[in-house]
């Protein structure tokens, strides 16, 4: 009888331990390529994982500005990663603090991603605004901007064969209003740490990435529904490398 119990007993613990491996990686697994839910406009993001294969002095060294690209889409994963590493928060508390450096943590920077062509499933083509206290992405728009941004951009037709573009804008008065005239230069050096987070993330997890500031200002705020006074000040355009 004893060995009745304690048989039965070890095989309901394994039927408990195999449940409770399986639903985590369910989770993960969901959150991955095909599951993705979206409700009310917003896309919930994967959280970010702080463990990477490359070491920053080999990201640092491996770094350049890309321009060619794979038509295969980047995961969600890969977004949200990428998003974390561009304006992330990092710090809990009060004042929560991001994942690039901010004079007077007055935060004047918004992130946009812009999906074209390459986009990933079921998301589709569209431009979404980066929400950092959420990590999620707010669906602004369902078209697809690519081509046109690349033409805005001095007809840089290179960035359409990405899987995407990360904009990044300035609201200049977020600053100004402490640091007057000296506030704008400071949005411009934020923007300069962001975009080169985004190239080492991008970099740790084998992607391509570009950059862009040569673009028409006016044509982009015409073109896309960024809010009025956010003014764009780069683009990233980010996608799976080229295959040589
Ligand atoms: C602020 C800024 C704007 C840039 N704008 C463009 C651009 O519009 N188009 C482009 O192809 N490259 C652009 N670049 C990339 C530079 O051409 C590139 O960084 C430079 O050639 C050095 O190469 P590397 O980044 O591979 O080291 C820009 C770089 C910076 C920092």
């Known amino acids: 009888m004893i060995i009745m119990l304690s048989y039965k007993s070890l095989i309901l613990f394994f039927a408990i331990y195999i449940i409770l491996s399986i639903i985590p990686l369910t989770f993960v697994l969901a959150m991955g390529e095909g599951n993705i839910k979206e409700s009310n406009n ?3 993001l994967p959280s970010p994982t702080l463990k990477g294969h490359v ?3 080999e990201a640092i060294k491996r770094r350049r500005t890309r321009r060619s690209f794979s038509s295969d889409p980047l995961s969600i994963i890969e977004w949200g990663q990428l998003l974390w590493s561009a ?3 990092t710090s809990e508390g009060n004042l929560k603090k991001r994942a690039a450096p901010s004079a ?3 935060f004047p920077l918004d992130i946009y991603l812009v999906l074209g062509k390459n986009s990933l499933d079921p998301i589709g083509t569209g431009f979404f605004h980066y929400l950092p206290d959420h990590h999620a992405l707010k669906r602004l728009s369902n078209k697809d ?3 046109k941004i690349a033409e805005a951009s001095l007809w840089q037709y290179w960035m359409a064969q990405a899987s995407g573009m990360i904009l990044i804008t300035a609201e200049y008065p977020r600053i100004t209003s402490k640091y007057e005239n000296r506030g704008i230069r400071y949005s411009h050096i934020e923007a ?3 975009a080169q987070n985004c190239f080492l993330q991008a970099e740790s997890l084998g992607l391509s990435v570009g950059i862009v500031g040569a673009f028409e200002d006016q044509s982009l705020i015409d073109l896309l529904p960024i809010p ?3 003014e764009p000040i780069l683009i990233i355009p980010v996608g ?3 295959k040589e």
Do not use: D
């Open 55 to 57: 070491s920053v002095e």
């Open 228 to 230: 009025e006074g956010h």
């Open 192 to 194: 300069g740490h962001v």
């Open 145 to 147: 901007f690519t081509k």
């Open 42 to 44: 917003i896309i919930s």
């Open 240 to 242: 799976k490398k080229a």
């Open 87 to 89: 304006q992330g928060i």
């Open 104 to 106: 007077g943590a007055l």
